[in-house]
């Protein structure tokens, strides 16, 4: 029994690969999920590596190697710039840790699917960033689209309006080869969702342009994005995106409308409305899940049931969004199983 107990008490250890805004957002959700403790940190910048492990205690490293070499890891998070994936995740399957990786989950589709090909000869728990599937939002609006009598969903509407792109200036976030531009490094949350809420895409076109950003102000990547969806199940969307407004301006920022019957539902950060006719009313949500949370209990307990978005997930929300930017830079429709199997 004593045994027992301590088995179930010792903590989850857990070594970060890239220690940049986002890991922080990861590493300060874990200081108060109980059983997380961070021991090692590593970033390619010095002084980022040091402010991290300031913030957790964890060791800090400027090569992932290193700090894979530790012998006392559980598991491991990669947040990583979109071009970085790859190798670090190579090197983590190899040393067989369960792992958390931000999204996108590499910037082009052979990468994602070196990096699925090592996995499938492994049987390791794999988590992704789109913590929108893990909301109380979420679930509330997929109870209501499961439960409807009024028809399937026939139409979906996401929009993701904000000003990152003028805020970040010419970076590498900015700047195509390296992030895949908005759609990838941003929008991907809002196709994802559509994804869970709705089903597959079959096919896309898109419109790119690049109207607003001079180059100083942004890099190189388009700045207006409108795109055609048709999903696998008859239903038809479309996604408008752009990161060239006011950056202070976050209103029109992952939205999505679906249709379904005579029904439509918004979904938005702050909450999730149905509406019939001329009435609209607000949809009682349950509380949002904690995606790190649920990742460190999955690597406790092996139960990996309550992961919403793995690694596979991953690399099919990866396959529309470098299927929307090969359509938006040949203005031609893309169909998503020549892009899986590319």
Known sequence: MRASVQREARPVRIGFIGCGRNAQGHMRSLLSVPGARIVGVCDVSSETAQS????????????????LERDDLDAVYLSLPAFAHGAPELATIERGLPFFVEKPVAVDMETAQRVQGALAKKDLITCVGYQLRYRGGTDAARALIAASTEGPVGIAAGSYWCGTGRALGNT????????GGQILEQATHTLDLMRFLVGEVDEVFAYFSRAILREAEGGDSPDVHAVSLRFANGAVG?????????????????????????????????????????????????????????????????????????????????????????????GKPVRLNETRSA
């Open 172 to 179: 590498w976030r900015t700047r195509m080869a390296e992030s």
């Open 52 to 67: 991290a492990s300031q913030l957790t205690g964890g060791q800090p490293y400027e090569d992932f190697r290193a700090l």
């Open 238 to 330: 479309t996604l408008s995106a752009t990161w060239a407004i006011d950056p202070a301006d976050w209103g029109n920022a992952n939205v999505l409308q679906i249709g379904y019957g005579v029904e439509r539902l918004q979904l938005k950060a702050d909450g999730l409305t149905r509406t019939r006719g001329t009435q609209t009313e607000e949809v009682a949500l349950g509380p949002d899940g904690n995606i790190d949370a649920i990742f460190i209990e999955a690597v406790r307990t092996g139960d990996r049931s309550a992961i919403r978005s793995d690694y596979a997930e991953g690399v099919r929300s990866l396959a529309l969004c470098v299927a929307i930017n090969e359509s938006g830079a040949t």
